[in-house]
């Protein structure tokens, strides 16, 4: 006879074992044998929310002053995951400080948001810390998406969510954190309704349904008939989940924490999506909110509800989750998906892993200008009267998130013939705190393999050629080095790494560059970008 309880235990010890051999190696995601390690995404996917409709499941990332902005993710499994698009093309209906020519709001731009459906579409609400509230809708997620637009503009409020009750009636709930001079330390929740196209906020229905310190993050969910407001909370320990619950969309709430938090060992879980995959089984998409220099990454946890009370993680004897870093997947998918890295550049659009540093000068890049080639023109970067990084002030620069995982590799081959006197282009890392260029510059006609290093030139080699091949490999622990090769199949790696970091609650980028100090003249053509990376 089986002995269930036997079998029960050893599971769990499997499990444990799949967990510390993951952690050691860094492995993450699907593990290929019916279970999954925590991270799921070892990148920059922040304040997340994620909802299900039908079998499928979307999940939207903040993105701040990338472009195209607020990221669109779909999985039918909630482990592999995959970009399908984004919900803003254009920065600069937000506000012109996030184009090219501005350059200036690191750290600020798209903040965290809520994705939803109702009504027969997808409901996408947003907010930055000095513009407000944003909206836009689609029939499908992958887009085309509606220009956005502005529900209301203000200043200091964050971490909005929409919410449609069972009679239709659509509301808003979000965080006020420009704290009074006198109430330092408190953060107010606020609630209104809408108007029946979701574009207006009805001012006269505000009410302050919580009030703590750095309480934010906030969802809306009913379940059951009863209302569940998710928000995160700042204790001793840590930022936390916390939920409260009514019969009555304005009270009486019952409120209690549903996860502990360890700082150093599990990141802080908080901002995320609450996801019902069958009658018995729920789960939570989060982001860690400690970031490190791949940044917010994504995680899954298990939901175990306790009288009426969605607890996230593992619950302990006071029935308060804790962090879980291994588990069984929760469905069963033959799709193999998983996060796009690499591009031969031979589609008529860029592909949705692409992020341009702010919104582009539309006339400075091409796919057109030679078939099979993406074609970067070189121009100025904006002066700057404070001692910073070139590249944060440099146009046109196309970036991509970096993967914290044991093995990453990307090439890219460029085609550097005609180049003009004062550019320089090739490949990059950067975040705020630190950056670093590798590639090509010119000047007197001579072409030279150049190496920056926060501000530090090491001058290389003597292009004579049409092409170089750049590549740069990193590790676990956000290593860099960088290499070159002259016909594409001998590499050279230069002896001094770089550490890549995180800045203004951003990860490390991986991109490519292109300016010229002296005058708008040069360009490059990019052959292709090829990014490997393992679990």
Known sequence: MIDIKFLSLLFCWQLLCICSKAQMNGSWGDQGNGTYANPVLPADYSDLDAIRVGDDYYAISSTMQFSPGMAVIHSRDLINWEIIGHVVDDLTRISPQLNWDRMNCYGKGIWAGSIRYYKNKFWVYFGTPDDGFFMSTATNPAGPWEPVHQVWKVNGWDDCCSFCDDDGQLYFIATNFALDPKNKKKYNIHLFKMTPDGKSLLMESDSILYQANGSEANKLYKINGVYYHYFSEVKPEGRVIMMARAKNLYGPWETRQLNHVNQKRDREPNQGGLLQVSADKWYFLTHHGSGDWEGRPASLLPVHWIDRWPIIGEPGTDTIGKMVWAGEKPIFSKEKISIQGSDEFNTAKLPAQWEWNYQPRADKW??????????????????????????????????????????????????????????????????????????????????????????????????????????????????????????????????????????????????????????????????????????
């Open 366 to 535: 091409s796919l057109t200008a030679r078939k099979g080639f993406l074609r970067l023109y070189a121009f100025a970067p904006i002066p700057s009267k404070k001692p910073t990084a070139i590249i944060l002030r440099t146009g046109n620069t196309l970036t991509q998130r970096s993967m914290r995982s044991p093995g990453n590799v990307v090439t890219v081959k460029i085609d550097i013939s005609h180049m003009a006197d004062g550019q320089f282009g090739g490949l990059t890392h950067f975040s705020t705190t630190s950056y670093s260029l590798f590639g090509i510059k010119q000047e007197n006609g001579i072409r030279r393999l150049v190496y920056d290093n926060n501000g530090k030139d090491t001058l290389g080699i003597e292009m004579n050629g049409t092409s170089i091949w750049l590549r740069s490999t990193w590790d676990i622990n956000g290593v860099s080095r960088y290499a070159f090769s002259t016909d594409g199949k001998s590499y050279k790696t230069l002896a001094d790494p770089y550490q890549l970091t995180w800045g203004s609650y951003r990860g490390d980028r991986i991109g490519i560059f292109n300016y010229n100090t002296r005058e708008d003249k040069g360009y490059i053509d990019i052959a292709w970008f090829r990014y490997a990376y393992t679990k």
